[in-house]
């Protein structure tokens, strides 16, 4: 079966240092991956979408890069972290466009 | 871009009560998931349903896509059904737009 991995689970990071979070999925190949953001623990927000190795899609403007070096792990990045970049960030796969997607545990993401 | 609407925003139940949660969308969908996200943050897959009717033990949801809403019922809840309910739509294909949630919050 299909498993998705997240770490760390709890981050403390002061302003203007970087960021690296980690995501893999265990058991399919070529998933489609996700990045969201979650703030005030209500409503997720997509950042990031991949639908290949390189291949990485971006719907919001933001201090956050991410990439996919290798088919099944993706990396969400930032040179140096904001404030406003705090958060609960969730990583997530599908099989294909349209079809379930399965999130991780998530990463909760404090900035000081 | 879609639009999303959950109601209540918040529900405080008694144990055994049984609920309903409505989720609204502005336009046709391909997919619709329902999640509950526990107090650990996890989001945990409840149903696919971009149409139809499912059920798993004391839930089940219905989708009536011409009209754009879902139903999520949950019957005899228990204190452990506490948390936030999402409704997310995927209309492209390339993201699920959530909606705000409910807290849901089941007293013993």
């Known amino acids: 079966s299909q498993t998705i991995h997240q770490w760390p689970a709890t981050l403390v990071q002061p302003v203007g240092s970087p960021l690296s979070l980690e995501c893999t999925v265990e058991?399919?190949?070529?998933?489609?991956l996700y990045w969201y953001r979650q703030a005030a623990g209500r409503g997720l927000q997509l950042l990031f979408y991949s639908v290949g190795i390189g291949q990485i899609s971006s719907e919001v403007p933001q201090n956050l890069s991410a990439s996919r070096p290798q088919d099944r792990q993706f990396i969400l990045s930032s040179k140096k972290l904001l404030l406003s970049d705090s958060g609960f960030y969730l990583c997530a796969w599908s099989i294909r466009p349209n079809q379930p997607q399965h999130f991780g545990d998530g990463t909760r993401l404090s900035i000081l | 871009g879609i639009q999303v609407e959950q109601s209540p925003p918040d529900l405080i139940l008694q144990e055994g009560a049984n609920s309903t949660l409505r989720c609204n969308f502005s336009d046709s969908v391909n997919n619709l998931q329902w999640f509950h996200q526990n107090p650990w943050g996890q989001l945990i897959n409840l149903f696919y349903i971009p149409s139809g009717t499912k059920q798993n033990g004391r839930l089940s949801a219905t989708t009536v896509a011409t009209e754009r809403y879902s139903l999520l019922y949950i019957s005899s809840s228990q204190t452990t059904d506490s948390g936030v309910y999402f409704c997310?739509?995927?209309?492209?294909?390339?993201?699920?737009?959530f909606g705000e949630g409910t807290q849901l919050t089941v007293n013993p």
């Open positions: 997310a739509v995927e209309t492209s294909g390339s993201r699920l737009t």
């Open positions: 058991g399919t190949s070529n998933p489609n």
